[in-house]
């Protein structure tokens, strides 16, 4: 039986993988997870699967040490901590943004298999990341949708030509470009397809978690010969053309329960989900609208420069978490990705390691800070 960690386990995709496990018949043993400070949810989960370690990044004083057997850390490094006593066969990353990539990089010590749900650990870590998982033998699994279906896709293939990734479109997909201007906090969260964080919904909203997931297929499949279109149903969960002209496509249900289950089973499918009815679905395509969805226009430019896609990641989290409180319009989420792009653009930072990463991470989001409370 395989041992299983769980960062962000109260989070969206942690809540689901705990669904998964409820169905894999004790195959994998959960020993041990981490959350940000919901301490009520965490202790539903310790008594009810019998986790070891625990990590609270954020206690309140009602946290004990220890809790039905299970040894609880608190604060900084916490989940670090956790993950290095459980040292567990696999690490489920879950994390909600960058605090992420520290997670996958202490995951990378211990666990044989890291199935990461964490995109930014990617889209920060680059090469580093990647080059730390060769060294310590590390079996890297992604569970984004679109990448899981990728790796699926090209198992047993010698070389992409092309990767197209497809988008919902997100929940402003049928806005016309005017009707941004004032668009609301719910309309933007009312998702037509995915059940997913708040961060994330409003990234698929404007596309900027599109720009991460290319970012990450960049890193995982070692190419730039990436395209977005967008499949309204996302049954489509993305493709790939090969020189020769075949176009394989990954055709499913939306349900991140099974690309997380084929992260925790890989090679084998033992997880049974409701079958797709593909007589009767459409197969649909569009090219994403630039009017609509205005931070594509960095793509180009971005892909490929790893301090701008820091900057790219920084200034999105910070700007999201300003709209979702209330306290800057939609279309200034895109106003304030733009401007620090262009002022770590004229920088020209070369990243050697991961405190560079950090500290870089760390300026991008204070040049976001200013520039909403000064500009916008």
């Keep these: 039986m395989k041992t299983l960690f769980i960062t962000g386990i109260t989070g969206s995709i942690g809540t ?5 496990l409820n169905t894999l018949n004790d195959s994998i043993n959960l020993i041990g997870g981490s959350v940000n400070s ?4 965490l202790k539903i989960i310790i008594e009810k699967y019998g986790l070891k370690y625990a990590a609270l990044a954020k206690p309140s004083n009602e946290v ?3 809790y039905k057997g299970c040894k609880i850390f608190k ?6 901590n956790a993950i290095e006593k459980a040292n567990a066969d696999i690490s489920l990353i879950a994390t909600s ?10 995951a990378s010590k211990y666990s044989k298999r890291i199935a990461l749900a964490n995109k930014e650990s990617l889209v920060l870590g680059g090469d580093l ?3 730390l998982f060769k060294k310590n033998g590390n ?55 995915w059940s997913m964080g708040k961060r994330i919904t409003v ?30 149903n996302s049954h489509i969960h993305s493709m790939v053309k090969f020189k020769d002209g075949v176009i394989k496509m990954h055709f499913g249900k939306p349900n991140m329960k099974v690309p997380i289950a084929y992260a925790f089973t890989y090679p084998d499918r033992l997880y049974e989900y409701e079958i797709p009815d593909i007589i009767n679905t459409e197969i649909n395509f569009e090219e994403p609208d630039i009017q609509k969805y205005p931070v594509l226009k960095n793509l180009d430019r971005i892909l490929g420069n790893h301090s701008l896609h820091i900057a790219l990641n920084a200034s999105d989290e910070v700007a999201v978490d300003y709209f979702l409180k209330g306290n800057i319009k939609y279309l200034d989420i895109n106003k304030t990705i733009n401007y620090v792009i262009n002022e770590i653009e004229k920088k020209q930072i070369n990243i050697k390691n991961f405190q560079d990463i950090f500290n870089l991470d760390n300026e991008c989001r204070k040049i976001a800070e200013e520039f909403i409370k000064e500009e916008l």
């Design 97 to 106: 943004g960058a605090a992420g990539l520290a997670h996958t990089i202490q």
């Design 203 to 232: 990234d698929s909203a404007s596309m900027v978690n599109k720009i991460l997931e290319v970012i990450e297929a960049y890193y995982l499949f070692n190419t730039n010969k990436i395209k977005i279109f967008i499949n309204r």
């Design 16 to 20: 689901q993988a705990l669904d998964v």
């Design 38 to 41: 919901n301490w009520r949810k």
């Design 75 to 80: 604060g900084d490094n916490s989940t670090e």
């Design 139 to 193: 079996e890297l699994i992604p569970v984004d949708s679109e990448h899981s279906a990728i790796f699926q896709l090209v198992l047993g293939e010698n070389s992409i030509d092309e990767i197209y990734l497809t988008a919902s479109g997100g929940s402003l997909r049928d806005k016309q470009p005017f009707e941004l201007k004032n668009i609301t906090k719910e309309q933007v969260l009312n998702h037509p397809t």
């Design 129 to 131: 990341i990647l080059n």
């Design 64 to 66: 004990p040490n220890f």
